[in-house]
């Protein structure tokens, strides 16, 4: 087999288990050297592990034959810091679908986590050139090379022959070894996110001349990063005369140049000329900068120049190990060791005003609510609304251009950082879908996630953000926040609203809402209100006087809390004079203390968290209005209903063989040109669906009447037929299909009018099919899809133009778990008809789940499928017939392909930015 072209789409930087990145790449002919000086410094004991013999140094003949790979039986991957090589791990084929791998790690690297990175990489690889299974021969002494398998999630088989333990393990991806790749993933970005949001150092500098954009935005942010609790050493450059203080935010240092700094420092804040900016990163390196913010901008919102400066600090920054914000970020608020420090442009008030955390933060001294979005007016719009709530912020950060930090790496630090109880996110673009929806997923288990995402998020390019789109509609976005249980809310203040609810009280036990109003009307407006957004309103609202006291309040709460038939309470008070009685307040605070069920207000003149509905440490949180205090409970209860099966595993059909299944691809992806798809033959297609279970109504293909009453002989009448042709095949309204022939009669006359009907439609005459009929049901369609944007997309809907013209298709991210598969068929609009719409008779649902179940597992696992689609699905009372089907593929493209990365830099005319965020 010839060579195959060098795989730059397996590059990437990756982060360790300690935080560190590295770029990961195969191997090339003029890595030799490097090989050499890596092996030259290894230990007797790594050598002999890895050669089972001395080998004081490689050979020509051994580094011509580890550093020359065919990209397809025999493959490489290398671990680089700069020039240097810390790991090589690699496979050889040989047997078909077995391949035998074999890793060597420095030993300065050692227990950073290097092989499980080449493992998850080498199998990635494996699997894309069919490889099914690793094989290695390992000596008992080596318990550690051992333990990278077992650990990876996979069921290592072992056995000792002639002293030599000799293991075997199929690598294809199970539940255990995607969740074990997860959670390594989430550790080690967590991680790399503390030195950006936890630091215990800072460093801010000033570029360029006076009166500039460096000097007025680095300004603004020393503003603000002095003042507040900071206990760690500030380095301020080019701000001020030279010279150090101590001051509210620790000890502050003042120099000229950034040559003056004596490190180590962790975060570096930058503002200044986008060239400066570049320069700017070896100086910061040799202080042992590990994250970088820049404020600044001149980046990719400058067009193609600009951009190539954006990929130069990306480049330079991986180079030296960091990650960066920015560029035109808003800054950032990060919470750690050395105490809370903002190094952002929006300067806190450091007196009772708006903007500092409020009586709710007094009251939990240090949890939070973290906050997330882009560009720098989001991040205005963002601080301030959350400083008018008084809602204690424990973190945050504006990504701005997001050339490297993203959402993701904020959830994922969000996961281990306590002071954070919340999280609140606002994008304007997703680089990477998948990877955000399985992040959502875990981090919601715990930390409930609320996000305000822009209509245009996936569809189009925000000005400066190298990200792909998507063909999908905008419900699949929809549609994958609900499944990842984010709450998602349509505007800031909605959003902060939620938030503020989720910090303050415990989540619903359920959706029976009680009223308190002081006004019969108001108290109706909730109870409409709360129906109108799927709550239930227990028993009749209480209503008060308008002029009630505090006495009043409290005998009426009290009798509130005796009763048993309500989750929340809703109260919504509005009184004639227009101000909240702080008795009456006070009163309700007091209650809601001592009752364990969720509370919110709308209490006129008081917003967000305030000191008048503060008692014992719990805060009452008080929206704008009551459609507001509605909407956040009915977020609030959503979410809590949604973590009842967070827990539950992901689908794992019987009968799955996806090792025959690349098989069966094989043949037709050698062939295929990279960037063409091809729709896979009836006969092929049918082999790979049977892989996953997916078994399917065979039909004949004719092309006259005698060929049609022959086939319908051998298949058994009654038969239907059907024309070949795209457009027609599945309108029965439209003379494309007909139904229940019996007998020869029947079906030559079926051939002619199909015929005729044909070329009066078409305009050319069309081949037809052959098929048994199915049993009578439901016609549905199943489809999965990989999208370039959002990676494997599984869609239901009922059969015909009804559904297709209106929209009434459910769409999941895969992996899927039972309740998704579930919640998919019951979420269209036209499910009743499955269930017994009218009398009709209820189908086999559970039938119809277990075909999107597979074909959700099918495309999962299956990179290189692009489209499936099974049309229709009858679904009777008994099992579910597929009588259509096609199947596309590709060479894959998957951004989130089980293995970890992060964006890599594009080169010039590339679009592979986003890749791995």
Sequence with gaps: MEDAPYPAEWEADVVLRDGAAMHIRPIRPDDADALQRMHLAQSAQSVYFRFFAPMARLSDKDLHRFTHVDHHSRVALVLTEGEEIRAVGRFDVVDPGTAEVAFYVADTEQGRGLGSVLLEHLAAAGRERGVHTFVA????????????????????????????????????????????????????????MRTVLAATSLVLVRLGPDGGEGDVLASAAARSLLVGGFRGPVHLVGLDAAGGTAGAAGLVRRYRDLGAVEGPVELAVVAGPSEDVVDAVPALAALGVRALVVLSHGFGEEGPAGMHRQRRLLRRTREAGMRVVGPASYGVVGNGEAGRYNASLWTESPGPEPGTPGPLAAASATRGVGLFCQSAAAALALRSTAARRRLPVSSFLSSGLRVDVSGNDTMQFWSAHEPTAVGAVYLESIGNPRKFSRIARRLSVTTPLVAVVSGQTGQATPPGHAVRTSTQPQRVLTEMLRQAGVVRARTQREMLDVAGLLLAQPLPAGPRTAVVSSSASL????????????????????????????AAYEAALSALRGRDDWDAVVIALAPPLGRTDPGVAAAIARAAAQDPRTWVASAHGLHGLTEELTADGACVPSMTTV?????????????????????????????????????????TLESLPPGRRERLDQETAARLLACYGIEVLRSTPVTDADAAVEAAGRIGWPVALKTTDEVLRHRTDLGGVRLDLTDADALREAVALMGARTREVLGRASSFEVQAMAPPGVACVVRGAEDDLYGPVVSFGLGGDATELLGDVS??????????????????????????????PVVDVAALEDVIARVSTLTDDLTEVVDVTLNPVIVGERGARITSFSVEVAHPVRQDAGRRALPIPPEEGEERAGVGE
């Design 137 to 192: 021969d390992v000596l008992p002494g080596n318990a550690k090379m051992i333990r990278v398998f077992s650990d990876a999630g996979y069921d290592v088989r072992q056995q000792m022959d002639d002293g030599v333990v000799s293991v075997s393990f199929d690598i294809e991806e199970t539940e255990r070894s995607w969740r074990v790749m997860a959670e390594r993933e989430r550790h080690a970005e967590a991680l790399s």
């Design 523 to 550: 108290a109706a407006l909730v109870a409409d209100v709360a129906a109108a957004q799927g709550l239930e309103v227990a028993g009749r609202p209480v209503t008060l006087e308008p002029l009630a006291g505090p």
């Design 627 to 667: 459609e507001d205090a509605v909407g956040a409970l009915a977020g609030a209860v959503r979410h809590a209903a949604w973590r009842e099966h967070a827990g539950d595993p992901l689908v794992d059909p019987p009968g799955i063989d996806p090792v025959a299944a690349r098989e069966v691809l094989a043949e």
């Design 811 to 840: 769409h999941r991210i895969t992996p899927l778990t039972a309740s998704d598969v579930s919640d998919m068929v019951r979420s269209v609009r036209a499910a009743p008809r499955l269930l017994g719409h009218r009398g009709l």
